[in-house]
């Protein structure tokens, strides 16, 4: 059973920037989709972003689109994502999750075929 570990949270201004990690222990990420979710107090968990698991696919939610990108190191078993102009909109938990294996198209990164989940990770923007 995969454990899934985010870091790289925090505290930041409007406009600032962050960088999540997620590393993984006890099994490969290689194979894998994986993907962020995020939730904020009093809403739903969204998606946020997912690669898949060659990285010839990356998908963005609309909101975060062009700030956000989403990148993985499969020999260091770690996905990374990397926040800029960052907005107090964006305050939330951060979840990494692993998705389905070898998997193509935007079903993969449904929330439904997620197979593990971190804990998750605090973001707080301040405006």
């Known amino acids: 059973q995969v454990q899934l570990t985010e870091s790289g949270g925090g505290l930041v201004q409007a406009g600032g920037s962050l960088r999540l990690s997620c590393a993984a222990s006890g099994d490969t990420l290689s194979g894998y989709t994986m993907d962020w979710f995020r939730q904020a107090p009093g809403k739903e968990r969204e998606f946020v972003a997912g690669?898949?698991?060659?990285?010839?696919?990356?998908k963005y939610a609309d909101s975060v689109r062009g700030r956000f990108t989403f990148s993985r190191d499969n020999a260091k078993n770690t996905v990374y994502l990397q926040m800029n102009s960052l907005k107090p909109d964006d305050t939330a938990v951060y979840y990494c999750?692993?998705?389905?294996?070898?998997?193509?198209?935007?079903?993969?990164?449904?929330?439904?075929?997620?197979?593990?989940w971190g804990q998750g990770i605090q973001v707080t923007v301040s405006s």
């Open positions: 999750a692993k998705g389905p294996p070898y998997c193509s198209g935007n079903g993969c990164y449904d929330s439904s075929v997620v197979q593990s």
């Open positions: 690669i898949t698991w060659n990285s010839d696919n990356i």
